[in-house]
């Protein structure tokens, strides 16, 4: 049992160590985005003159660890697969196959991962998706070919929330270096 507890005074540099602690997490937490998978148009068979519809999709985004995409579907499913299976329409899988029609995937680590309907006229028509996850410093997998950049194309694909959270974070962050400069000169005064 500790007896002789004195209570540390809350100076300008604990709060400034406080934001910074609390900055750190929240920029970890937008680092990681959720993408909606085909964006707005969703998990669907592409039309008959786009059947490359998630090639193209996956080719505009840049994937890193900690991020996840959304699948939304309807009467349809969502298989995790290996190379093989993607390519060839196999939904031979590890146990990963879904139908509730909201199916999220966290990328853990970087590689490839591959995803294809259930149906297997689904898949053989393009509904099938390859994604390269990066690691969290952008480096491509070993072997792999280098990113693609992002570009206007990729809306809808969860990356504007980090925008907004950001400027958040900086009005609140000045709000709370305001108030601990304020609480400060007033204690001084």
């Known amino acids: ?72 579907y309807k009467n349809d499913s969502v298989i995790r697969v290996e ?12 146990d990963s196959a879904f139908t509730d029609g909201n199916t999220i995937f966290l990328f853990d680590k970087p590689g490839f991962f591959y995803f294809v309907s259930g149906n297997f006229d689904h898949c053989k028509e393009g509904q099938r998706l390859m994604v390269e996850v990066m690691d969290s410093h952008g480096a491509s997998f070993p072997g792999s070919p280098g990113p693609s950049p992002v570009s206007s194309a990729a809306a809808d694909s969860g990356s504007a929330y980090a925008v907004h959270l950001t400027e958040g974070l900086m009005v609140l962050s000045a709000a709370f270096i305001l108030k601990c400069g304020l609480s400060s000169s007033l204690a001084t005064a």
């Not at 500790?2 to 937490?29: E, Y």
């Not at 190379?83 to 590890?94: T, V, W």
Request: glycine letters at 6%.
């Open 83 to 94: 190379k093989r299976g993607y390519y060839h329409c196999n939904e031979s899988s590890d």
């Open 1 to 72: 049992m500790i007896k002789n507890m004195t209570k540390l005074p809350m100076t300008s540099s604990t709060h400034l160590s406080i934001l910074l602690i609390a900055s750190m997490s929240v920029f970890m937490v937008i680092a990681q985005n959720q993408f909606k998978v085909g964006g707005k148009e969703g998990w669907r068979v592409p039309d008959e003159n786009h059947p490359d519809f998630y090639t193209i999709w996956a080719r505009n985004l840049r994937f890193q660890i900690g991020d996840s995409i959304l699948f939304e």
